[in-house]
Structure formats: C-alpha cells, structure tokens
T-cell receptor, first 112, second 114 residues
Framework: GNSVTQMEGPVTLSEEAFLTINCTYT??????LFWYVQYPGEGLQLLLK?????DKGSNKGFEATYRKETTSFHLEKGSVQVSDSAVYFC???????????FGTGTRLAVRP | GAGVSQSPSNKVTEKGKDVELRCDPI?????LYWYRQSLGQGLEFLIY????????KSGLPSDRFSAERTGGSVSTLTIQRTQQEDSAVYLC????????????FGPGTRLTVL
C-alpha cells in the first residue's frame, strides 16, 4: 500500500539556520506530493505541492523537489524564522478523489 | 468566501454516548473528506464523499462510525457508543472538481471521551 516516511522530530534550530526535513514515499503509479503545515492552535494548511517527477513546489521560502528516482520529497528552507515553528506533514495522493496519506509529522522549533 | 467550518470545536462526552460532528465544506466543493488526528496514530483517513455518495469508506475504524452528506454540502460524522480510544481531533477537508489535488482543511473538532 501507499505510505509516507518522514524524519522524526522534534527539530530545533536557531533563527536563520538551514532547514531540511526528509520525506520518502512508497506508492503505486505517479502520486502527487504535498507538504502541509500546522501552526500552533491552527488547522492544517497546504504549504506546497508537486504533481509530477522533477517538479519543484515552493511557497514562503520553502521548497521541495519531487524525486522519482529516490522516491523523495524533502522540504528545505534556507533561513528559518521563529514564525516557522510548527508541525510539518508530508503527504501523497494518487489521483483525483483519492485520500491523502500522511507521514507522522515533524515538529520544528526555531529559537530566536 | 468562507473556508471549511466544523462544529463543535470541542466536544467532551462520556463513554457510551453518541456524538455527531458537523462539517460545512467550501461552497461548490464536490469532494469532502474526514480524517482523524490522534497522538498514537497520526493523521488517518476515515471516509471520502463525492457529492452525496461515499465511494471510499475504507478508513472507518468500526461499525460504530458512520457519516452522511446531504445536498452535496454539509456532512455529519456520527460515532455511536463512544470509547476512550475515539478521543482525537476530527478533521474535515474539501476540494473542488477544478483543483482536485488540493484539499482545504477545517479547524477540526476535538473530541474527548471520558
């Protein structure tokens, strides 16, 4: 079946540090890949997505590239801010009408 | 327009009681999803609606769980004879026919079963 594996947290960084959160997936066919973010006390929000191999999703300084050869979709940001402190979820979706399959989430804490 | 809304935001109930959770999707969104977020299990899919029909109910954990959707809009998730392991945040999401890849989530209902 489909599954998503992401790195265990929590990840604690100082402001302006470089961020990588690893995500790998197992799926049949060609899924779409997503990063969702959950800020403290708020609901899940779509951060970025990529729908085919070699696509790069980007938003708010975050980037992730769909790598089919390594079945990965790692999230990166060059310089994190305190306001980026949140839980980040990697997810996949096989097609229209399909459910999202989520990773376990990675909590990021950014210190001033 | 308004986003996905859910009610109540918090629900505390006693073991054995029935509860109903409501989801109002974004207007015009034909697809609606229920998920559950709990400490032990992460984010799990429960059920998917396309219009008023549910082509995928594979995530419902037991026959105590049921859901319906009427008028292609509002959905209700019902849990009968609640158990402590049902305690979780229940999330609803919707997507449109035009942007089927993107699901928009509501704020969730936090259910606590005592």
């Amino acid at each position: 079946g489909n599954s998503v594996t992401q790195m265990e947290g929590p990840v604690t960084l100082s402001e302006e540090a470089f961020l990588t959160i690893n995500c790998t997936y197992t799926a049949t066919g060609y899924p779409s890949l997503f990063w969702y973010v959950q800020y403290p006390g708020e609901g899940l929000q779509l951060l970025l997505k990529a729908t085919k191999a070699d696509d790069k999703g980007s938003n708010k300084g975050f980037e992730a590239t769909y790598r089919k050869e390594t079945t990965s979709f790692h999230l990166e940001k060059g310089s994190v801010q305190v306001s980026d402190s949140a839980v980040y979820f990697c997810a996949l979706k096989r097609g229209s009408g399909d459910k999202l399959t989520f990773g376990t989430g990675t909590r990021l804490a950014v210190r001033p | 327009g308004a986003g996905v809304s859910q009610s109540p935001s918090n629900k505390v109930t006693e073991k054995g009681k029935d509860v109903e959770l409501r989801c109002d999707p974004i207007s015009g969104h034909t697809a609606l999803y229920w998920y559950r977020q709990s400490l032990g299990q992460g984010l799990e899919f429960l059920i998917y609606f396309q219009g008023n029909s549910a082509p995928d109910k594979s995530g419902l954990p037991s026959d105590r769980f049921s859901a319906e959707r009427t008028g292609g809009s509002v959905s209700t998730l019902t849990i009968q004879r609640t158990q402590q392991e049902d305690s979780a945040v229940y999330l609803c999401a919707s997507s449109s026919a035009r942007t089927t890849d993107t699901q928009y989530f509501g704020p969730g209902t936090r259910l606590t079963v005592l």
